[in-house]
């Protein structure tokens, strides 16, 4: 079985930070795309930041200049880093990755649980 694990989130005043954490373990032959998406109450899951094995990486509008996708390969973990928080970047927090169990079977696309980010004072 293969989980993703977040960890990070919380409560931070506006303009504060949080750093989250995604860990994946499990049976692990390689791992593609990684990234983050949120959903706020009532609005539905967006992505917020994306990065590929190539470095490449793709920000929301919203938080572009504001967050860093990162991600250490060694450790199968990818990285958000939010600063200048505001209230409408309250929401609940996903990993996502796409991984290859073995070296026989196609990617497949996992989420994990979510952790919760409110910027409120």
């Known amino acids: 079985q293969v989980q993703l694990v977040e960890s990070g989130g919380g409560l931070v005043q506006p303009g504060g930070s949080l750093r989250l954490s995604c860990t994946t373990s499990g049976s692990i032959f390689s791992i593609n795309a990684m990234g983050w998406y949120r959903q706020a109450p009532g609005k539905q899951r967006e992505l917020v930041a994306i990065l590929n094995t190539a470095g490449t990486t793709n920000y929301a509008d919203s938080v572009k200049g504001r967050f860093t996708i990162s991600r250490d390969n060694a450790k199968n973990t990818v990285y958000l880093q939010m600063n200048s928080l505001k209230p409408e970047d309250t929401a609940v927090y996903y990993c996502?990755?796409?991984?290859?169990?073995?070296?026989?079977?196609?990617?497949?696309?996992?989420w994990g649980q979510g952790t919760q980010v409110t910027v409120s004072s």
């Open positions: 996502n990755a796409d991984i290859q169990r073995t070296v026989r079977l196609a990617p497949q696309n996992y």
